[in-house]
T-cell receptor
Framework: DTAVSQTPKYLVTQMGNDKSIKCEQN?????MYWYKQDSKKFLKIMFS???????INETVPNRFSPKSPDKAHLNLHINSLELGDSAVYFC???????????FGQGTRLTVV | AQSVTQPDIHITVSEGASLELRCNYS??????LFWYVQSPGQGLQLLLK??????LVQGIKGFEAEFKRSQSSFNLRKPSVHWSDAAEYFC????????????FGAGTILRVKS
């Protein structure tokens, strides 16, 4: 009964490949997010969706494409992976009325 | 622009000693404020939050934080640290008018010595 779950937990892939990370939340929240944590542990928002509608796209390269099939799911697809994409990607969700975000366990992406 | 500053990159305290982690924010209004903890290889767990009202808020694991509007601060405290508190702590500002996003500080790594 994990609240925010994302898969896979680890992802190792070669440069140029395309990969996806999936996220699901069972909290009934309307808003979902993707955050990126870089090698210095700095966390920055990438995208947010509210009821399947894109709200924030924080100047992320268009190789990154989020997709929200319904308000409980927010997937992240990355094309043409680059070395600099190596990071931990966190999915999160929050209710619409505040910003209290609940985070998944993260996906550690390593591009070699 | 909105920002969050955690001035201490690392802090080391002895087990049983008190702890204070500093957080300052830059924002025009009173934001929502949060402290999260991240253990190695783990996700982010919410310790406590401030939305409004009483400026001293209690959280999980014996942590508390005090919001001081005049200082734009939201410092995290614990009276007696346990070895299991060793982790990285992140302060965050929640911005409703910016798509409900969180802006995080750079984090403070807490080491606990026995």
């Amino acid at each position: 009964d994990t609240a925010v779950s994302q898969t896979p937990k680890y992802l190792v892939t070669q440069m140029g490949n395309d990969k996806s990370i999936k996220c699901e939340q069972n909290l009934g929240h309307d808003t979902m997010y993707w955050y990126k944590q870089d090698s210095k542990k700095f966390l920055k928002i990438m995208f947010s969706y509210n009821n399947k509608e894109l709200i924030i796209n924080e100047t992320v390269p268009n190789r990154f494409s989020p997709k929200s099939p319904d308000k409980a799911h927010l997937n992240l697809h990355i094309n043409s992976l680059e070395l600099g994409d190596s990071a931990v990607y966190f999915c999160a969700s929050s209710p619409s009325e505040n910003t209290e975000a609940f985070f998944g366990q993260g996906t550690r992406l390593t591009v070699v | 622009a909105q920002s969050v500053t955690q001035p201490d990159i690392h802090i080391t305290v002895s087990e049983g000693a008190s702890l204070e982690l500093r957080c300052n924010y830059s924002y025009g209004a009173t934001p929502y404020l949060f402290w999260y903890v991240q253990s190695p290889g783990q996700g982010l767990q919410l310790l406590l939050k401030y939305f409004s009202g009483d400026t001293l808020v209690q959280g999980i694991k014996g942590f508390e934080a005090e919001f001081k509007r005049s200082q734009s601060s939201f410092n995290l405290r614990k009276p007696s640290v346990h070895w299991s508190d060793a982790a990285e702590y992140f302060c965050a500002v929640g911005l409703m008018e910016y798509g409900n996003k969180l802006v995080f500080g750079a984090g403070t790594i807490l080491r606990v010595k026995s």
